[in-house]
């Protein structure tokens, strides 16, 4: 179907928008046409977010105007953008936690009886349960929120924006969080809303979904669009040059490393209160072992409780043949370190500074006196900036103003000053750009040559081969199988990881 | 005047406490201006006098916000620790005896509040305002309604004494701050304490023990409590029930006038001490210009106000 | 950590059958049983009339103090407001010989205090600690001066009735308590403030991405506890028969131990007003019995913290693991 004739359903013209001291967006300018998916591609800090936002009404430019159909109009807050037929699926979460589904579907929407204009509940649950058998998800609509997992608390993200009807759907990465089936319903969705003449924006960093989803392609950089295409005439190469401007060298593969040495970390029979069950496996010194598996299975809680995050209800975790005491501050003394799945929240002190942020965890080794000299302590923070090349003015900037990439090389570097040997990596790329990505996967490639042991959890299959010399497949809080290094492609480990229907 | 101390290049808490200075010098100043009696020497010994025991009470109330907490019960500590210290004195004779059990009692008030915060899981405010009305019960009926005067000048000497012609317990506030500074600026507690006020689920992912530096800082701040409270006692010369019964909100003020966030992670010793001489020169000024008393909590309300609104202002000015 | 799987109690299900029963619930069954058998008097109509109507005061803070501890906030000015406005209630009604204008006076100084609480904490973004403390002082000290040298008591018995009387044998400070609580129940569970109240608490900016007006309703919130502190100082008034600058001192903290108690402070999304009800209950039961036992006022104080924070940290034990 040809729309380039028609008007776009709304465009975006000469989008400027600044912050304090930084240029976010730089005359931007986007078309969305009915019944078509428009990529949006560009590393983090490119400015994709900020343009939904202004998109959505949530930000107002400081230059530039919006147009519908070829008509200028107004669009001054969300409500404005909201009468536009404009709907947003957010990656970080916009639901209330105590409210129930259909609350948080009808949020500031709620239906409401003529007299007395109270809310009126049943047909706000009758219409909720339509939106929800739509997505083909079976949970009752007086559920909390709160309860539900991560990925079904991005169905009903989708529900919402479903829910209002939209003309134009932006949605910022909804795959993240899903399952292979719920990422297949999903992609249904989106195949019927075109049908119906929606027009959706879609930010995505998995290519796989840009060629499969996307009718056309625009890349940001810096703030900058520099290329829109139809989705056919890009290649992967083309376009991953154009988000960074330069060659990026994707090269990186797990090379031949000497043999790995003796078993460093094992669990035998470990069951926490974070739901995992008679858990095993192990990991040796110049090893890289994955931990995949689908999302709800159980990774994160088998490093909280490796780390002494959560505790043991059976078994036990030892590290050179030693038990683990099962807390944070011993783990840690005996070599361990945990890079958590949120950075911001678990990871860093965002109001302190980099040097602060990265001498946390090395206190006690590098100053064990107890007595603390912040001349040394700027010294060895600053000796980690330029080793791990982090972006930064130095030790004393506020670690809030870095990059996402940034900000997880703080997480990392912090382990290594504290002398850590065996590292716990749980999604050690989410969110971060491909370049930068690419540098952590030769950190990690690093550590393991210099001896240390890596146990990486990642919900990307493709890193996991690519990076990993083995895996373990967890299922349902349990090991549901190793795959050895032969055997380690994608297919052996979705395998593993799925549900027999 | 905060652009023309942003081209002073400085690091932003340093700016924020040469701020309060200023401020703190302009009130002075203004002040001696309309009053004669300010400068006075008696005056302003005084009024360290008065600072120097609020100060003592707010510092442990800084490290304990510092570290993300919060301490409602100090000034009931002081009572009970005071009225303990008291008896104990009038029964052996032996201020060293009272000093002791002073101490003693402030120490353990402070480990119960750590207990209940850090074991129990009980909210700060509810946990340290709990024990404050147990605290006040507790005084209140073991004085039983009786006041305890008379105390040996060796312990007086305390609260009242002068040494280079100076106050004594504004040698003891100038030692706290030192003291006070080294352990958070230079040991690796003080940086343990920092980091678990800042982001407490991040630190504990670090390996820093929060619970026990938690649990450490309630402690200083009750034995703080027992330190203030000799000094209190010495000053006044007697004990009763209900002494002190102001302290606890001056001390929170100097701690949020000093520009310490109540989120926890930010905010100094010297900062919490400019607040206590501004709460104490703008109290010591009413009285001077003889305000009556009944203004005192409305003007304290206000000055906590504007000091932590400018404070909120100028952060989001400056993008943080 | 089963929660996926039990139906919570949200604060927008509408009741089915019995809930669990809350650990205030308890308490109170407790504080009954046992204090009618040591406290000479307790268990008799008449002083469980006297418990009730004394409740309603401290009931018509703790409920909107329920809402404002649900959006993570706190009000520690109500006690100083409440004092204020009695204050305000007696100057202008025997200044203005209006006692009509004294009402509404009172009224709007509470209001605005709220106003002014509201917009610190909305807008200024100050922590609520620190704006309701600042306003506490502002509050006590006009409360101060206003008093000073003025006479404020002997307000008359029209405003009398509001304490005494009873409409069908129902003393009328309990039909003001059981309006309150049903219009509370309604904003909360079937208005959109009261989805705001409860996302104010959860999670903000899902307010603002939903086009709400999240400053709006925080403003709301403190005002609504300024509109009820001055009803409550309408109660006061009539039972005071005038009004006193430190009348209703540290009331707040009866007030948001109740809420605590009740069990809102634990999980400040779960707000729940029936627990707040049964935590004044609880405050009011052990006030009243103490005062039978003629244990005097500061050991009362004690004890009721006492029990407070042992009540909290059983209700920790049994099922919050944090």
């Known amino acids: 179907m040809n729309h380039v004739a028609q008007a776009p359903l709304l465009s975006l013209k000469g989008i400027t928008k600044r912050f304090t001291g930084v240029l976010a967006l ?12 428009h990529m949006l591609m560009g590393e983090n800090g490119a400015g994709k977010s900020t343009l939904m936002k202004v998109l959505c009404g949530a930000y107002q430019p400081d230059e530039g105007h919006f147009e519908s159909e070829g008509r200028p109009v107004q669009v001054r807050s969300t409500a404005d953008a909201q009468r536009l037929g404009v709907a947003v699926i957010f990656q970080e979460y916009s639901l209330v936690p105590h409210l129930n589904i259909a609350h948080n579907i009808y949020l500031g929407r709620e239906p409401r009886r003529r007299v007395p204009g109270l809310i009126d509940h049943g047909r706000m649950h009758r219409e909720a349960r339509s939106v929800l058998d739509r997505l083909g998800l079976d949970i009752d609509t007086h559920r909390v929120v709160e309860g539900l997992g991560v990925a079904q608390q991005q169905m009903i993200e989708i529900a919402k924006a479903l829910s209002q009807h939209a003309r134009i759907l932006v949605l910022d990465e909804p795959t993240a969080a899903l399952s292979e089936r719920e990422t297949e319903r999903l992609f249904e969705v989106i195949a019927d809303l075109k049908r119906e003449g929606v027009a959706m924006a879609y930010i995505s960093h998995r290519m796989a979904e840009v060629f499969s989803l996307g009718d056309r392609v625009t890349v940001l950089r810096d703030g900058k669009r520099v290329a829109t295409m139809p989705a056919g005439q890009a290649s992967a190469d083309e376009l991953v040059t154009l988000m960074v401007g330069r060659k990026v060298d994707m090269s990186y593969h797990r090379g031949e490393r000497p043999a790995c040495g003796p078993c460093v970390l094992e669990l035998r ?51 050179h043949g030693e038990r683990l005491k099962g807390r944070p501050t011993d783990s840690r003394s005996k070599g361990l370190g945990l890079i958590p799945e949120s950075r911001k929240q678990q990871g860093l002190a965002l109001a302190r500074t980099v040097g602060d942020n990265l001498l946390i965890s090395g206190l006690r080794k590098l100053f064990a006196s107890g007595l603390y000299r912040p001349r040394q302590a700027l010294a060895h923070a600053s000796s980690m900036v330029s080793t791990m090349r982090i972006a930064t003015r130095g030790p004393r900037q506020l670690s809030r103003h870095l990059s996402g990439g940034n900000q997880q090389k703080i997480v990392i570097g912090k382990w290594l000053l504290a002398g850590t040997r065996i590292y716990l990596f749980d999604e050690p790329t989410r969110g971060i750009d491909v370049g930068a990505k690419e540098e952590i996967f030769r950190l990690i490639d690093k550590l393991v040559n210099d001896g240390c042991a890596v146990l990486m959890i990642s919900s990307e299959l493709g890193e996991v081969v690519r990076v990993c010399d083995r895996a373990y497949v967890m299922k349902e809080k349990r090991v549901a199988g190793v795959v050895a290094r032969a055997d380690l492609d994608e297919t052996n480990l979705l395998r593993l990881a799925m549900h027999h229907e | 005047m905060n652009t023309l101390v942003q081209k002073i290049h400085l690091a932003p808490e340093q700016r924020s406490l040469l701020l309060r200075v200023i401020v703190l010098l302009l009130i002075g100043a203004g002040l001696a201006l309309v009053s004669s009696a300010f400068l006075g020497a008696n005056n302003l010994l005084n009024l360290l006098r008065q600072a120097s025991l609020v100060f003592l009470l707010a510092s442990g109330l800084t490290l304990v916000i510092l570290c993300g907490g919060l301490d409602l019960s100090i000034g009931a500590n002081v009572a009970l620790s005071a009225c303990l210290a008291a008896t104990v004195m009038k029964a052996t004779g032996s201020p060293l005896a009272g000093c002791a059990v002073g101490l003693a009692s402030g120490l353990l008030v402070g480990a119960v509040n750590g207990l209940l915060v850090t074991r129990v899981r009980v909210p700060p405010f509810i946990a340290t305002y709990g024990t404050l009305w147990i605290l006040h019960g507790l005084t209140y009926w073991f004085m039983a309604g009786d006041t305890i005067h008379g105390f040996p000048p060796a312990f007086r000497f305390l609260g009242s004494g002068y040494w280079l012609g100076v106050p004594v317990p504004v040698f003891l506030m100038f030692g706290v701050l030192a003291l006070g500074t080294l352990f958070l600026q230079y040991t690796t507690m003080g940086q343990e304490i920092y980091a678990t006020g800042s982001n407490t689920e991040a630190a504990a992912l670090s390996g820093v023990p929060v619970l026990n530096r938690r649990l450490l800082v309630y402690m200083l701040s009750g034995g703080m409590a027992g330190l203030a409270s000799l000094v209190f006692l010495a000053r006044l010369n007697s004990a009763e029930g209900d002494m002190g019964e102001a302290l606890t909100l001056q001390a929170v003020g100097a701690v949020l006038i000093g520009g310490t966030s109540l989120f926890g992670g930010t905010g100094t010793l010297a900062g919490t001490l400019v607040g206590a001489l501004v709460l104490t020169v703008v109290l010591n000024g009413m009285n001077l210009l003889a305000i009556s008393a009944n203004w005192q909590p409305l003007i304290t309300g206000v000055i906590v106000i504007v000091s932590v609104a400018a404070d909120a202002l100028s952060r989001r000015r400056s993008g943080d | 950590m089963s929660k996926a799987n039990r139906v919570a109690l949200t ?126 002082g502002v509050a006590q000290g006009l409360a101060l001066v206003l008093a000073e040298g003025r006479s404020t008591s002997g307000v008359g018995d029209g405003l009398a009735t509001l304490w005494n009387g009873a409409v069908m044998g129902l003393p009328v400070p309990l039909l003001f308590a059981a309006a309150a609580w049903g219009l509370f129940h309604v904003l909360l569970h079937h208005t959109r403030f009261g989805v705001a109240v409860i996302a104010l608490g959860g999670n903000r900016e899902a307010l603002k991405l939903a086009g709400m007006n999240e400053r709006g309703s925080l403003i709301a919130v403190y005002a609504l506890g300024g509109l009820f502190v001055g009803l409550a100082a309408l109660l006061l008034g009539a039972r005071l028969g005038g009004g006193h600058p430190t009348a209703a001192i540290g009331m707040e903290f009866d007030a948001i131990a109740a809420v605590a108690v009740g069990g809102t402070l634990f999980e400040r999304g779960k707000g729940s007003l029936g627990g707040t009800v049964l935590g004044v209950l609880a405050v009011g039961v052990m006030r009243n019995g103490l005062n039978l036992l003629s244990m005097p006022s500061s050991l009362q104080v004690a004890a009721v913290g006492a029990v407070v924070i042992v009540a909290l940290v059983v209700d920790a034990l049994r099922g919050q693991q944090h």
């Open chain 1, 26 to 37: 730089d005359q931007v300018s986007i078309d969305l046409h009915g019944g078509e998916v």
């Open chain 1, 269 to 319: 029979g470990a069951s926490s209160t974070g739901g995992i069950r008679d858990v095993s496996l192990k990991v040796h010194a110049g090893e890289i072992v994955g931990l995949a598996g689908l999302v709800g299975s159980g990774r994160t809680e088998v490093a909280r409780a490796i780390f002494g995050a959560d505790a043991l209800t059976a078994g036990e975790v030892l590290v």
């Open chain 3, 11 to 136: 604060a927008s299900l509408p009741r089915r059958g019995l809930p669990q029963l809350p650990g205030v619930a308890w308490l109170l069954l407790a504080l009954l049983l046992g204090l009618s058998a040591v406290a000479p008097g307790f268990a008799s109509a008449a002083n469980a009339l006297n418990v009730a109507q004394q409740a309603t005061l401290l009931l018509l803070l703790a409920l909107p103090m329920t809402l404002i501890v649900m959006t993570e906030g706190l009000d520690l000015s109500m006690g100083a407001s409440l004092s204020l406005c009695t204050v305000v209630l007696a100057v202008v009604s025997l200044g203005s010989g209006s006692l009509a204008l004294g009402i509404a006076a009172a009224l709007l100084a509470a209001v605005l205090i709220g106003l002014l609480n509201g917009v610190l904490i909305a807008w200024l973004e100050l922590p609520p600690f620190v704006a309701t403390l600042g306003t506490l």
